[in-house]
């Protein structure tokens, strides 16, 4: 009986947040790290569909970071970053459609489906969803920025009950095709269906201090404070500057996760700790 009744106060307590969040879109970016440790990625699979049990409409996009760069390596192909942003030459640019298009992005469709949810693979050349453009620099090859994304696709799949699984791939006008991070994908995509949460899943346990001192809630002076100290870098500061975009175009929240935590995103949307790190304007 006080199993039941432990469990009883678990479900009070969710139902604010399940009331709340009802009929509205939680944008997820899962982490190629998640990828990593199939159990983790099933507890995320388990709870996704339970955000779609209880109506709420969860839009997934994925990474697949160290995936890609074992790939690139397998292939004799050297790995290059600036700030956190892949450089991508014409035969990295097959990888990641490979890695991140096909692999990783057909993975986390099945787990969605073996979990009970109904879930479709896209990126963004699907519907031309993601239209990007080369970065301002030139210096990067054939990694791009999202100019505008066409939301009717996903939302159709979301009123069908299916839970869209998309890849950070984009396309020009033209029909050529580019790497995008996934952090400012996830973002962009979130701004165009003027989501209720962004949250990102990565594999710390949030933004931390220049003291390394996890900061629950973050503002957008304090970013800018901590990316000139160093604190924040490297693929962290594509993640803050995503979450800061998205809520000024209208998200209503943004969070930087633990995905190592089992269960992270029902623990964040369903619960009065939460985790991580809150970004707000």
Same mark, same amino acid.
């Given at each position: ?9 678990i479900l009070i307590e ?10 509205? /879109?939680?944008?997820?970016? *899962? ?19 339970? =955000? ?12 697949? $970071?160290?995936?890609?760069? +074992? ?20 035969? /990295? ?23 009970? $949810? ?5 990126? $963004? ?15 990067l090859g054939a990694v791009?920025?999202?100019? +505008? ?37 996830? $973002?962009?995509?979130?701004?165009? =269906? ?7 899943? /990565? ?14 809630? *973050? ?6 404070? =901590? ?20 809520? +000024? ?25 939460? *985790?991580? /790190?809150?970004?707000?304007?």
């Amino acid at each position: 009986m006080e199993r039941a009744l432990e469990l009883a106060k678990i479900l009070i307590e969710a139902l604010p947040y399940i009331q709340n969040f009802h009929h509205k /879109t939680i944008v997820i970016k *899962l982490g190629g790290r998640l990828f990593e440790d199939q159990k983790l990625l099933s507890d995320c699979a388990q709870d996704i569909v339970l =955000l779609k049990a209880v109506g709420i409409d969860p839009v997934v996009v994925h990474g697949g $970071g160290p995936q890609l760069d +074992r790939m690139l390596e397998r292939l004799g192909i050297q790995a290059k970053k600036v700030d956190g942003l892949r450089v991508t030459d014409d035969a /990295t640019m097959e990888v990641v459609e490979m890695v991140l298009g096909g692999q990783l992005n057909r993975e986390m469709v099945m787990k969605i489906n073996l979990a009970g $949810g109904k879930a479709v693979g896209l990126s $963004g050349k699907d519907a031309m969803m993601m239209i990007a453009e080369p970065v301002e620099d030139g210096k990067l090859g054939a990694v791009g920025e999202i100019t +505008r994304v066409e939301c009717g696709l996903i939302q159709e799949l979301s009123k069908s009950g299916v839970i869209p699984v998309i890849s950070p791939i984009g396309v020009d006008e033209q029909g050529k095709i580019y790497n995008v991070n996934a952090d400012m994908a996830a $973002g962009a995509i979130a701004s165009a =269906l003027h989501a209720e949460k962004l949250i990102l899943l /990565t594999d710390v346990e949030g933004v931390k201090d220049k003291d390394g001192k996890l900061l629950s809630s *973050l503002s957008a002076g304090v970013v800018n404070k =901590l990316i000139k100290q160093g604190a924040i870098s490297g693929g962290m500061i594509p993640k803050v500057k995503c979450c800061l975009e998205s809520l +000024r175009a209208g998200v209503n929240k943004a969070h930087i996760i633990d995905g190592r935590v089992s269960h992270s995103i029902i623990l964040e949307i369903f619960t009065d700790k939460g *985790l991580g /790190t809150e970004i707000y304007l």
